[in-house]
């Protein structure tokens, strides 16, 4: 039998609420595949500020490196909305992204038939959407130094961050592109400002047409990408994009599905354990309420099982669930639409077990 | 009877075809308003490049800043997109922006009636939809220093951009901002990303609360304003933001309205002359077909009209005639929908001027 260690983070918010039942779900589903757990639970965002007064206590990070996969729910909240921005609960997001070395951010926006008309996008502008967007996670203006504040010649003060990548970081997150696209529809679209910016012009490689001649390569201005997501979501395939373009896209092209509770991500690249976490935040104004969506939070737990362990059994198992219950009707708040039947979070757990 | 010195830059493409829709409107209105313009036709982009070499001759910058205002269709091509980064069309806009000093960019997206359907998305979501984006132009990661390409601590190649703002850079726009707000409906939000950049927080200014007690200030991070943009546009009312910022963020705001041929902006803030073109670009691929869309390029004379000469009453004359062609049903194919009369770019000028 195998067995895996999973750090579980359940962060800020709801986070406690749809950790537990995705816990719920993993240790069922293993239990039917051969598979164990072992969980270890650890404190990142607001909670380890609370408990310890930094983000990203040292034990946490160590306890994620020396497991073999994250689980995280979400982090932050207004409470610590006024701490200055290195000591609040973000920092904590961004000091695992870089301290597990996941370069990589896959966010999938997918139309689930049965939510099609929760989009605020026209059902047949919608329909079929399917996009993965990649997004390089731990370089860029995210971490480009040299970043502060500073004082110009004219004796103005200034905030500066710079936008910086090295030809090895655009060559991986290409590769990891052109590998997903193989999987999907065999087209990467590559998503830069190559038009004005020097550090988008890094980026022009020519590792595609040489290793991957299967796979339709294109460029798109940032710009355009984000009107063309509204104007026609089905033309995109696989996005390869930058860390601050990728963070605006991926959240547009998730809003376009209209359930944005719904959708997982994953952050990889290392040889090490990934990250993964719902695309959605903490959503304190609902914290403690029971009236979060988990779904989003079991279906991370569905792709930390295919692309940390390979379990695609129990990978799909778990999204069959997920599909099974949609089916049926059964809905959160968030997801709520006429003739179907409204459910909390805890009640969503006991039907996804059912399901299982 | 007033005069105005106006600079037109047709550029590329439609653009020819559009400006001399918008030339002869100009004319018309003005002798209507005892309003006598002298034009001055000037390269820039593409055309400029191909008389000149350079994409911003000097001599079409000092006609600019001579001028009273200037108005420019539209620049860039497939032609030169294989030229280097630094000798394109765009490094000819920038430097017209930069020349003038025009450091507030206004992009209006406002859905019209009669093009309601054309939207991608649905009419109970984007009815009533008027957004000004307010776009900081001649700063940001556009402009900043250092730039260019260097070698990282690994011997690897990178590129970077800085992206960097000063207190009264953020200051002047901000009064551009919450001053635009005033006139519309009171509320201005500010986008940034001050959760991760410390450029974002820059802008962190107590000049609303004091100078403009009755505008409601609110703030938002990017990616989240990408997706609440998508979810409920009719949540915004005025936008002021930076520059990369601005530049996804009003393209996807224009697109929501399913017409971004209608769209006009102003780039303004200096003492002298402002900039006035449609958001649209040079569409090469319909160029000299006859099919382009004139009607931006028109109201981006009226926006003009307005905000460089305070001439009020030829500004709406002119944004009345395109109102009354389109509950007429005449429509260019971009724009075209059943039961409409589609007519291309000349016709639609000759329509324009039985209006006025
Ligand atoms: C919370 C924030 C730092 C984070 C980011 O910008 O990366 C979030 O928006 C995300 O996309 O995961
Ligand atoms: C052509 C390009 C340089 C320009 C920009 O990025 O500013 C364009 O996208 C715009 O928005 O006017």
Same mark, same amino acid.
């Given at each position: 039998?195998?067995?895996?260690?999973?750090?579980?983070?359940?962060?800020?918010?709801?986070?406690?609420?749809?950790?537990?039942?995705?816990?719920?779900?993993?240790?069922?589903?293993?239990?039917?595949?051969?598979?164990?757990?072992?969980?270890?639970?650890?404190?990142?965002?607001?909670?380890?500020? @609370?408990?310890?007064?930094?983000?990203?206590?040292?034990? +946490?990070?160590?306890?994620?490196?020396?497991?073999?996969?994250?689980?995280?729910?979400?982090?932050?909240?207004?409470?610590?909305?006024?701490?200055?921005?290195?000591?609040?609960?973000?920092?904590?997001?961004?000091?695992?992204?870089?301290?597990?070395?996941?370069?990589?951010?896959?966010?999938?926006?997918?139309?689930?038939?049965?939510?099609?008309?929760?989009?605020?996008?026209?059902?047949?502008?919608?329909?079929?959407?399917?996009?993965?967007?990649?997004?390089?996670?731990?370089?860029?203006?995210?971490?480009?130094?040299?970043?502060?504040?500073?004082?110009?010649?004219?004796?103005?003060?200034?905030?500066?961050?710079?936008?910086?990548?090295?030809?090895?970081?655009?060559?991986?997150?290409?590769?990891?592109?052109?590998?997903?696209?193989?999987?999907?529809?065999?087209?990467?679209?590559?998503?830069?400002?190559?038009?004005?910016?020097?550090?988008?012009?890094?980026?022009?490689?020519?590792?595609?047409?040489?290793?991957?001649? @299967?796979?339709?390569?294109?460029?798109?201005?940032?710009?355009?990408?984000?009107?063309?997501?509204?104007?026609?979501? +089905?033309?995109?395939?696989?996005?390869?994009?930058?860390?601050?373009?990728?963070?605006?896209?991926?959240?547009?092209?998730?809003?376009? +599905?209209?359930?944005?509770?719904?959708?997982?991500?994953?952050?990889?690249?290392?040889?090490?354990?990934?990250?993964?976490?719902?695309?959605?935040?903490?959503?304190?104004?609902?914290?403690?309420?029971?009236?979060?969506?988990?779904?989003?939070?079991?279906?991370?737990?569905?792709?930390?099982?295919?692309?940390?362990?390979?379990?695609?059994?129990?990978?799909?198992?778990?999204?069959?669930?997920?599909?099974?219950?949609?089916? @049926?009707?059964?809905?959160?708040?968030?997801?709520?639409?006429?003739?179907?039947?409204?459910?909390?979070?805890?009640?969503?757990?006991?039907?996804?077990?059912?399901?299982?």
């Amino acid at each position: 039998s195998k067995n895996y260690n999973i750090t579980l983070l359940p962060g800020d918010g709801i986070g406690p609420e749809i950790m537990a039942v995705a816990k719920t779900c993993l240790v069922e589903v293993g239990s039917q595949h051969d598979i164990a757990f072992d969980f270890t639970e650890a404190l990142v965002g607001g909670a380890a500020i @609370d408990a310890t007064g930094i983000p990203l206590p040292p034990e +946490t990070l160590a306890t994620c490196q020396a497991s073999d996969a994250v689980l995280l729910a979400a982090i932050g909240g207004y409470k610590w909305d006024t701490l200055p921005a290195e000591q609040r609960p973000e920092q904590g997001l961004l000091g695992l992204r870089a301290g597990l070395g996941v370069f990589a951010n896959l966010r999938p926006a997918n139309i689930l038939p049965q939510l099609i008309d929760a989009s605020s996008l026209k059902r047949e502008v919608v329909e079929g959407t399917d996009i993965m967007v990649i997004r390089r996670l731990i370089g860029g203006i995210y971490f480009g130094k040299p970043k502060g504040f500073g004082v110009d010649d004219a004796g103005n003060k200034t905030g500066f961050n710079t936008m910086i990548y090295s030809v090895p970081e655009i060559e991986r997150i290409a590769r990891v592109g052109f590998e997903t696209a193989k999987k999907r529809s065999n087209r990467l679209c590559s998503v830069e400002k190559s038009n004005v910016l020097e550090v988008s012009q890094a980026l022009v490689t020519r590792i595609g047409a040489e290793e991957y001649p @299967d796979v339709e390569l294109s460029h798109m201005y940032v710009d355009n990408a984000a009107m063309q997501i509204i104007r026609a979501p +089905t033309q995109f395939d696989t996005i390869v994009t930058g860390n601050i373009f990728g963070d605006i896209l991926s959240d547009a092209a998730s809003m376009l +599905t209209g359930s944005i509770g719904m959708l997982p991500s994953a952050a990889v690249g290392s040889d090490g354990p990934g990250l993964f976490e719902p695309v959605h935040g903490s959503a304190p104004d609902i914290a403690g309420t029971d009236k979060a969506n988990p779904l989003a939070q079991v279906l991370s737990a569905a792709m930390m099982l295919r692309y940390q362990f390979g379990e695609e059994e129990a990978a799909a198992k778990l999204e069959k669930a997920v599909n099974d219950l949609l089916d @049926d009707g059964y809905r959160t708040g968030d997801i709520m639409s006429e003739g179907c039947t409204q459910v909390g979070c805890t009640k969503m757990g006991e039907i996804l077990m059912a399901k299982l």
